[in-house]
């Protein structure tokens, strides 16, 4: 065991000696003209009219490392009126409204202007009615009270 520890200090002063050594030479190191690391962001592109992808890309970089990266976004609200211009475009209207109307503005817009959300295949005055049994909250938020329904037995009598 003694030789062990004796080996490991010898070896441990031969090493401080040619680190002390290598310390005593004057060496002068001169970077002119060297190009600077650089990191690079990938190149991504959206420049399709059917592309609802936002990309991001980034890097930074410094005097010893550099780093990049990037990924693309998915915009759900583009792929909504996408998704409502092709079922409009096959003739399918109501499910297109349908469709935009899961945006809470154009919920709020639609009832506004007195033409409801479809509802379980309801549409116009019955969807209204079960939208009020449905989601009374959403009526309090626009008119402060939730409306009376609206009685589709007596309308449909006067008709």
Known sequence: MREIIAIWVVLIAVAFAYSAKAQDTNMVMKYQGQPVPS???PSMSAFSQDVCGIPVSGAISSTVIGVSGGSVYTDANCERI?????????????????V???????????????????????IGDAARNEWI??????????????????????KSTKE
């Open 39 to 41: 990191a690079i962001a």
């Open 100 to 122: 935009l109307c899961g945006d809470g503005r154009v919920w709020d817009a639609m009832m506004m202007s007195g033409t409801p959300c479809p509802i379980d295949g309801l």
């Open 82 to 98: 996408k998704l409502a211009k092709t079922l409009n475009d096959l003739g399918l209207k109501v499910s297109a409204v349908a």
């Open 133 to 154: 049994k449905r989601e009374p909250k959403k009526f309090e938020k626009l008119y402060g009270q939730v409306p009376p329904l609206v009685d589709l037995a007596a």
